[in-house]
């Protein structure tokens, strides 16, 4: 099955700042990464998705890029905000087994 | 107001009993799913339906049971054969039109506690 994998665990900058997560999967017929972020007592939001067919995506302050060929994905936040502050969670899934499967998460702190 | 409705949010066990968890949609969402979030393990799949009356087993289903009888609900119950149940369980639903599994909707959460 699908295994993903999240680097860091933990990430702190300071506003204004650009922050980076990273992630790797396995399962080369993925076609499906999307990100999640999950403030503190909340639920899980989707906050940008890729597929396959595409390298790179941008919704205002984030991006994501794919390589599919060393099969891992990466989230870009430029310009972070003290509200950017949360876990945030990869994801991958694929035609096979259509549920994601979830990367460990990355608790990112925004310094003020 | 559509969503995705979780019951209890909290919830307390003694070891040897089942516990069943509620999960509702009023989205028309075709999948369901449940994960069990533990810290520093991310959201771990349980156990998904994408379609009423059927259901598969997810990377943890072991000492869990699911049903799937109305397109609405999605219950999950902790048996007495899961060894370590007290964990935050959350359940979600997404539209599922063929293909990817497209966004997913997540409820609110159960705190499950075995005392």
């Known amino acids: 099955g699908e295994n993903v994998e999240q680097h860091p665990s933990t990430l702190s900058v300071q506003e204004g700042d650009s922050a980076v997560i990273k992630c790797t999967y396995s399962?080369?017929?993925?076609?499906?990464f999307p990100w999640y972020k999950q403030e503190l007592g909340k639920r899980p939001q989707l906050i940008i998705d890729i597929r396959s067919n595409v390298g790179e995506k941008k919704d205002q302050r984030i991006a994501v890029t794919l390589n599919k060929t060393a099969k891992h994905f990466s989230l870009h936040i430029t310009e972070t905000q003290p509200e950017d502050s949360a876990v945030y969670f990869c994801?991958?899934?694929?035609?096979?087994?259509?549920?994601?499967?979830f990367g460990s998460g990355t608790r990112l702190q925004v310094q003020p | 107001d559509g969503g995705i409705t979780q019951s209890p949010k909290y919830l307390f066990r003694k070891e040897g009993q089942n516990v069943t968890l509620s999960c509702e949609q009023n989205l028309n969402h075709d999948a369901m799913y449940w994960y069990r979030q533990d810290p520093g393990q991310g959201l771990r799949l349980i156990y998904y339906s994408q379609i009423v009356n059927d259901f598969q087993k997810g990377d943890i289903a072991e000492g869990y049971s699911v049903s799937r009888e109305k397109k609405e609900s999605f219950p999950l119950t902790v048996t007495s054969a899961q060894k370590n149940p007290t964990a935050f369980y959350l359940c979600a639903s997404s539209i599922q039109a063929g293909g990817n599994t497209g966004e997913l909707f997540f409820g609110e959460g159960s705190r499950l506690t075995v005392l």
């Open positions: 399962d080369s017929a993925s076609n499906y």
């Open positions: 994801a991958a899934s694929g035609t096979g087994r259509r549920a994601l499967t």
